[in-house]
């Protein structure tokens, strides 16, 4: 009985919720000006609020005119008074943490959680399961794998706890629902990420999942990995109720604690390991669709470069609907997904404010913006958000497009980062943070770098590092300069270092390329209508191009193997 009981007590929670979410998106418009109000009356005597003159800005316009829009840099003084233990800069509130990622700088990005916008975030978590169960009232009949990170990662100087939103909300879900968990928070809290994900599974197999919730698909391709090459060390582990590794943990936990909550949680199952044994044996191998025939549904991204991981998952996990988990960033939650295999959800109007530049003025140096009840259907825009967690007029350099409406709001879905952001797995890695990964590396080696490229491959989940340097390098060379690479961008790049350690993300490759490349293709761009005084040099293309690799002379990954 816990999954109805959890389903119950949602209801009797955030059912009134759910319904005001649903009044709100009839009325965008009034939605957003109750929001914008809202955040501004609390905030208004803030440093922040007095620099920008909050007490006298009562309307949307008002507000574009007192605020220009902006980017982490522009308010990391502001952040930076926090984080030295200066109360009322960006909110009134102070934060119950920092969230972290990375910047543009290399330097980490910190975004204030205060405790009432964290409770925002975890309301509308909380209604996008309601919208689930009404689809799929299953999903919380057997056991639910969560996978999170750790709430708390370090201290500021002022002792606020500086780590993962998805930890802190992981520890805030209702009693009654968290009690569905197939895993305890201690897993979260292991250092290693091969422990990690073993004890993701070995704690999850001893149950009958039948949701499983995580925004980035390859982590789930990873456990699906795990399962099926650990499967009799797996087994062993359950029938005999040991842990089957000897995990560490991070350096801010009790970890005497936290092992003591995995060997309770971690108990002798033989009945079960048998039972798993006899269905791999008939299905040829462990994976989670054998293990768990009743999964009902999985929560994760669908838009962007992560739709294409996720729709690799029917291999391991069978023929389970899946649900976008909506446009989350540590900035805030920008949609909500009421609809499965589809990368659009509703955005949230009753929550945070809204604009949007429009496609046509992104290059503009004054653009105009758009509110959320003018957006046109199938247009493509980038997101600007104001929240009760201390970012106004932030520009989120995230691409969205119209995917029609719910009653009268826009519905959407993330395409891409905007300008000069690659992804594979969620790293975001940033154009300052490649060119100082080659300016490192050729340092390094003296390649004599002239000019490069780094591309995304999403299906390969590494990127590729096209390379044009002075003079002709060895192969031991080019190791050098990829290695070299790697471990700077990791240096630079938080969220590139942890998916390099977990293995979501593989080592980047290095292709040699002729000399002239780079001159041939500038000369190429111009002739197809580019404009010369204007033109760029494309560091971060989305794909390769098929002259380009024609172009390829030698190419090398992070192991040494010769891939050409």
């Not at 965008?28 to 905030?43: C, F, K």
């Not at 629902?177 to 001893?206: C, G, H, N, S």
């Not at 050729?442 to 590729?464: K, M, N, R």
Request: glycine share 8%; with cysteine.
């Amino acid at each position: 009985m816990r999954g109805p009981l959890a389903h119950q007590l949602l209801k009797l929670r955030d059912g009134s919720r759910q319904a005001a979410f649903e009044r709100a998106t009839r009325e965008p418009a009034r939605a957003q000006s109750d929001a914008l109000g809202r955040i501004l009356r609390r905030n208004a005597q803030t440093a922040f609020g007095k620099d920008h003159g909050f007490g006298s800005v009562s309307t949307p316009k008002q507000f574009a005119s007192a605020v220009p829009v902006t980017e982490y840099e522009a308010i990391r003084p502001y952040v930076t008074r926090m984080l030295a233990g200066e109360s009322g800069v960006l909110t009134a509130e102070p934060p119950l943490m920092f969230d972290t990622t990375s910047g543009t700088t290399g330097e980490p990005k910190y975004v204030p959680v205060p405790a009432g916008w964290c409770d925002e975030m975890a309301s509308l978590t909380r209604i996008w399961m309601l919208y689930a169960l009404r689809d799929h009232p299953a999903a919380l009949a057997g056991r639910t794998l969560v996978v999170a990170s750790p709430a708390v990662e370090g201290y500021t100087a002022a002792g606020v706890p500086v780590g993962a939103l998805s930890g802190l909300t992981y520890q805030r879900i209702p009693w009654l629902v968290r009690r569905q968990y197939a895993i305890p928070y201690a897993v979260a809290l292991i250092d290693d990420p091969d422990q990690r994900y073993f004890m993701t599974m070995r704690a999850a197999l001893q149950h009958d999942v039948s949701a499983i919730g995580t925004p980035n698909a390859t982590t789930l391709l990873r456990l699906a990995e795990v399962t099926r090459t650990d499967a009799d060390r797996l087994l062993a582990a359950i029938e005999r109720g040991t842990l089957g590794v000897e995990p560490s943990f991070t350096a801010h936990c009790d970890a005497g604690a936290q092992l003591g909550v995995l060997r309770s949680w971690c108990v002798a199952a033989p009945e079960r390991a048998r039972a798993l044994a006899a269905a791999a044996d008939r299905n040829g191998a462990l994976t989670p669709a054998v293990a768990w025939p009743r999964l009902t549904l999985i929560g994760c991204w669908l838009g962007g470069s992560a739709g294409v991981h996720a729709r690799r998952l029917g291999d391991a996990f069978g023929d389970v609907p899946l649900r976008d988990l909506g446009l989350l960033a540590t900035e805030g939650r920008i949609t909500l997904p009421i609809e499965d295999a589809d990368p659009a959800g509703v955005l949230c109007v009753d929550t945070a404010y809204f604009e949007f530049v429009p496609e046509s003025d992104w290059d503009r140096t004054d653009p105009a913006l758009l509110t959320a009840d003018e957006l046109q259907d199938e247009e493509i825009y980038q997101v600007v958000i104001t929240g009760s967690n201390g970012l106004y007029r932030y520009n989120l350099r995230d691409v969205v497009q119209v995917r029609g409406f719910h009653n009268r709001t826009p519905r959407l879905a993330f395409l891409r980062k905007a300008g000069d952001f690659v992804s594979v797995t969620g790293e975001k890695v940033h154009l300052d943070q490649v060119q100082a990964a080659v300016r490192t590396a050729d340092a390094q080696t003296d390649a004599q770098v002239w000019q490069f490229q780094l591309i995304p491959d999403v299906t390969s989940l590494c990127h590729d590092l096209l390379l044009e340097p002075h003079r002709p390098l060895s192969t031991v060379l080019a190791r050098q300069f990829l290695a070299a690479f790697d471990e700077a961008l990791a240096q630079l790049n938080l969220e590139y270092s942890s998916k390099r350690r977990s293995g979501r993300l593989r080592g980047p490759r290095l292709f040699l390329m002729r000399a002239g490349w780079a001159d041939r293709r500038t000369r190429r761009d111009i002739a197809e209508g580019r404009r010369e005084p204007q033109y760029k040099w494309m560091v971060l293309p989305t794909a390769w191009d098929e002259v380009s690799r024609r172009e390829v002379e030698m190419a090398v990954d992070t192991a040494g193997s010769f891939l050409s």
